[in-house]
């Protein structure tokens, strides 16, 4: 599991972490984990594809209409030349 070191954590910071770790029950360390986890994973957080997903059938796309969106092109792509 990768490591995460985070300096110059003013002292009010870090005592206001401990504190909120203390009444849940937590070592510092757990509920920076813990607040981080659900700041950038929040429960119910829809996926991209599913986004897209929803908004095809909103809009009233075909099952043919929507396969075609999918298809990807695999084609080398090619570097642009300016000259």
């Given amino acids: ?10 002292d009010e910071v870090h005592r206001a972490l401990r504190a909120r770790a203390s009444l849940r029950g937590r ?7 813990a607040i981080l986890r659900e700041t950038v994973l929040p429960e119910g957080r829809a996926a991209l594809g599913s ?12 099952e043919e ?3 075609s969106l999918v298809q990807r ?3 080398t792509a090619r570097p642009v030349d300016f000259e």
């Fill in 27 to 33: 070592s510092t360390e757990a509920e920076v984990r």
């Fill in 65 to 67: 209409e929507f396969a």
């Fill in 1 to 10: 599991m990768p490591m995460l070191t985070v300096r110059n954590v003013p």
């Fill in 51 to 62: 986004l897209l997903t929803a908004v095809g059938r909103r809009a009233g796309l075909t």
């Fill in 73 to 75: 092109d695999r084609s």
